[in-house]
Nanobody, 133 residues
Framework: QLQLVESGGGLVQPGGSLRLSCAAS????????IGWFRQAPGKEREGVSC????????IYSDSVKGRFTISEDSAQNTIYLQMNSLKPEDTALYYC??????????????????????????WGQGTQVTVSS
């Protein structure tokens, strides 16, 4: 059974850093896309970043580009989100999610990732990030 568990959230001052972890079980990262999303109270879920497993293919939203970095440890089957220069507007519940690449994309080497929530079919429970002085 595919399972995702986030950790690493907390309270941090503006300008500070946090590293979120997403531990995956029930599948390996090969051929899967892992995404990070966030949702603040009263707002829609927003795509932050995604990564195609065991590749260098990544995407970042404009709001976090240059401040956040997504990475993977395939040996640990874990995806990380390093968040630097945090701002109060980064405060949200952060989720990781996953979906398997379509077979035709794997066969034709056209793997991509996207940060639209509708593309993902497995979700973790979330970890809270609060940026405040």
């Amino acid at each position: 059974q595919l399972q995702l568990v986030e950790s690493g959230g907390g309270l941090v001052q503006p300008g500070g850093s946090l590293r979120l972890s997403c531990a995956a079980s029930g599948f390996t990262l090969n051929y899967y896309v892992i995404g990070w999303f966030r949702q603040a109270p009263g707002k829609e879920r927003e795509g932050v970043s995604c990564l195609v497993g065991t590749s260098n293919i990544t995407i970042y939203s404009d709001s976090v580009k240059g401040r956040f970095t997504i990475s993977e440890d395939s040996a640990q089957n874990t995806i990380y989100l390093q968040m630097n220069s945090l701002k109060p507007e980064d405060t949200a519940l952060y989720y990781c999610a996953a979906y398997r690449q379509p077979t035709w994309r794997i066969i034709t080497d056209q793997t991509v990732c996207q940060i639209e929530p509708i593309a993902y079919d497995a979700w973790g429970q979330g970890t809270q990030v609060t940026v405040s002085s």
